[in-house]
Each structure stands twice: as C-alpha cells, then as structure tokens.
C-alpha cells in the first residue's frame, strides 16, 4: 500500500461532516464511495483541532 502525505495530491473524491453527537463528542465524518470514516473527539480535542487547522489555513495564505 502506497502512503500518502500532505503533499501527496489524490483522484480520490470525499465528503466531511463535522458535529456534536448526542453522547457529547465531536465527530469528524468522512465518507466515500468505498468508505466512511467516522472520528469522535472530545469538546477539548475538538477545539485543539480546530486551532491547528487555523493555524494551517493562515501559514497556506502566507505561503501563497
């Protein structure tokens, strides 16, 4: 199996769904045709990843 990375471009078409779960978790769900991803985290985890993909996004417009 080949491993992928960041900068690794792909074919592959996905979809993301991100919300509260009634057992009050964060789920980050990802899903394919030949896949579903489903990701919980808690409130704390959730924020965290939520910061890292801001800080992600500003250093990508800098670098653009």
């Given at each position: 199996m080949k491993?992928?990375?960041i900068?690794?471009?792909s074919d592959i078409v996905a979809?993301?769904?991100i919300g509260p779960t009634n057992k009050?978790?964060?789920r980050i769900f990802v899903s394919s045709d030949k896949i579903e991803i489903p990701m919980d985290f808690s409130p704390e985890e959730a924020i965290n990843i939520a910061e890292e993909l801001k800080?992600?996004?500003?250093n990508a417009k800098k670098n653009n």
């Open positions: 491993k992928s990375g900068n690794k471009e979809d993301i769904q009050g978790m964060v800080a992600s996004a500003e």
